[in-house]
């Protein structure tokens, strides 16, 4: 097995330096496909100025409570949209309603009042801003002229104190089925946010002077400081597994492709389960969540061959986040996807093992990632060079003393003990 030949105790030292080029790679790469301060600010400014402005909106008449991000960007997981040719990001937002609106909004046609509201209110906005506008069965979206995307998402209050997160739980409407169901966005964030908290177990001296070492050898540059990065490495485990799933499906018809909440989910339940469990640096523990994804979650087979997946929220009730999966289409290309991320691993463990062919990691790089992900690797170590040739020196070196990385086990706390 690959894991047991490049972890073997033997190559204990091969294993923490490979784990340091990887530590590196995954950052370079995650940081090419993340929003720049600049697009932060603007996704922060446009979220504020649209929550004000719906807060005094008359449809709503003082029900609405608070405009939050949900999803990736709130997690830190955000990456570019699948579609190459845009440059704006998709942000996902939260229209909270008191408990009060459910009076307004109940009976058979509630659901689709409230969606017709948030879409009044959000149309006289875009006019005014000349932006465009989409109304969809869950949400309505803003289309920004840099190619931003906003989804709105009107959620009313339910708290139900039996969840975890359950004073966040809410209803969110549903056009088509008429109906409220129920949702915890808040819940689920603050959930994936406690398990990203959980330091990885490393038992190899994996630190700033062992990177600082590979950095030497293969003219890259250290990570920032290692506690910060290192504390959010499920983030960085996310968002790899999100470019190599764009661009493994750049030319596919989007409704095959895995949806990103299943994928972050199976990611943060695995890295909960194996983090605290003894591995020898960041690369390893990667290879042993990617191997056991298809173990996160539940699959009923019909007569017919045809399977039900389901991977329950624990923070909202009967809420099915492997529900947009159970296509037949969907999910062999899941399946063909999880293979295909663990081959092109094992050529990237292999290439960043060869210290002697640089040229073989950005090859594999620009295989797996992308022609954007290799290049921003070039064009840093393009600018580390220039950095040492401007400061007269041949070699790089950090001081300090190691700091090793390590944590105790910690309980389940995102989707508990299957």
Avoid at 22 to 43: G, H, I, N, R, S
Avoid at 71 to 82: C, E, F, K
Avoid at 303 to 320: M, S, T, V, Y
Avoid at 385 to 398: D, P
């Amino acid at each position: 097995m690959l894991r047991e030949k490049l972890f073997h105790p033997s190559r204990g030292s091969l294993a923490s330096q490979a784990s340091a080029r990887f530590t590196y790679l995954a950052e370079v790469v995650a940081k090419a496909f993340e929003p720049t301060q600049t697009q932060l600010e603007d996704l922060e400014r446009a979220y504020n100025a649209t929550g004000e402005y719906l807060a005094a909106c008359p449809e709503f008449d003082g029900l609405l409570t608070q405009v939050h991000a949900q999803g990736s960007r709130q997690m830190g997981t955000i990456i570019r949209p699948m579609n190459s040719s845009r440059e704006g990001f998709d942000i996902d937002l939260v229209a909270k309603l008191s408990t009060n609106a459910i009076a307004l909004y109940s009976g058979s046609q509630g659901a689709s009042l409230l969606l017709s509201h948030l879409k009044t209110a959000l149309t006289r906005y875009a006019k005014s801003h000349e932006l465009k506008i989409e109304p969809w069965d869950r949400c309505v979206t803003l289309v920004y002229a840099g190619g931003m995307r906003a989804d709105f998402v009107p959620i009313i209050e339910d708290p139900r104190f039996s969840l975890s997160y359950g004073e966040h739980h809410g209803l969110i409407p549903d056009r088509k089925l008429q109906s409220y169901m129920s949702t915890n966005p808040k819940g689920y964030c603050l959930g994936f946010d406690k398990v990203a908290k959980i330091q990885a177990n490393f038992t190899s001296q994996f630190a700033l002077d062992s990177i600082a070492t590979e950095a030497m050898k293969a003219e890259l540059v250290p990570l920032p400081d290692a506690a910060e990065v290192l504390g959010r490495l499920l983030c960085r485990f996310v968002q790899l597994a999100k470019v190599h799933r764009n661009f493994s499906f750049a030319d596919a018809n989007e409704a095959f492709v895995p949806t990103s909440v299943f994928l972050t989910s199976l990611i943060a339940l695995a890295y909960e389960r194996l983090a605290p469990h003894p591995h020898d640096g960041p690369l390893e523990l990667f290879v042993d969540i990617i191997d056991v994804l298809p173990n996160m979650f539940e699959r009923h087979s019909f007569g017919n061959g045809r399977q039900h997946w389901i991977l329950r929220n624990p923070f909202a009730l009967n809420d099915n986040l492997a529900d947009s999966m159970n296509t037949p289409e969907r999910q062999e290309a899941f399946n063909q996807w999880h293979e295909k991320l663990k081959s092109d691993l094992k050529q990237l463990v292999y290439a960043i093992d060869d210290m002697s062919n640089s040229d073989g990691v950005l090859d594999v790089v620009k295989k797996s990632f992308g022609p954007r992900a290799s290049m921003a690797m070039v064009e840093h170590n393009a600018k580390t060079r220039e950095a040492r040739r401007a400061n007269g020196r041949a070699n790089y070196f950090v001081g300090g003393a190691a700091a090793s990385i390590s944590s105790v086990s910690r309980s389940h706390t995102f989707f508990g003990d299957h």
